[in-house]
């Protein structure tokens, strides 16, 4: 998954008013298409996220484990505040959450493929030797 797509996911999972998002976007600064609810974390961590992922274009990968790494430290400052709101705390949470399941339907699946059988023996069908065993019984 890349970065433009990581942020059209966020925004159909947490909606347009929290990630406005400008599908004609080219570079990091026209992310958003207008503004979103709480502006100033939400461009705080679509920032922080592209830097941790290494990202240099919006196509460029990003991984659960670096975006998720953008967002503890911002978390916990908002989180410490005094003057954190509950919806700004409800809205990191669903954050978290959202990332969560977005990385985790968007693995790849892995498709095992059994080895080809190689016959390297000669196959003898025993029908036609049955008539010539017979049970001798002890009665």
Do not use: W
């Not at 996911?9 to 400008?22: I, K, S, T």
Request: hydrophobic share 45%; aromatic share 6%.
């Amino acid at each position: 998954m890349n970065f433009k797509e990581l942020l059209e996911q966020l925004e159909e999972r947490m909606g347009y008013h929290q990630f406005p998002v400008n599908p004609a976007a080219t570079n990091i600064k026209d992310v958003f298409e207008g503004s979103p609810l709480h502006h100033d974390i939400m461009t705080r961590l679509v920032r922080a996220i592209f830097v941790s992922n290494a990202c240099r274009r919006l196509t460029d990968p990003v991984n659960l484990d670096r975006t998720l790494l953008a967002l503890t430290p911002i978390r916990q400052e908002v989180l410490r505040a005094a003057h954190t709101d509950v919806d700004l705390y409800r809205v990191l949470d669903e954050l978290g959450a959202a990332l969560g399941k977005i990385f985790s339907e968007s693995k790849p699946v892995i498709k095992v493929v059994a080895p080809a059988i190689r016959r390297t023996a000669e196959i003898i069908p025993l029908s036609a030797y049955r008539h010539l065993r017979r049970l001798k019984s002890s009665a």
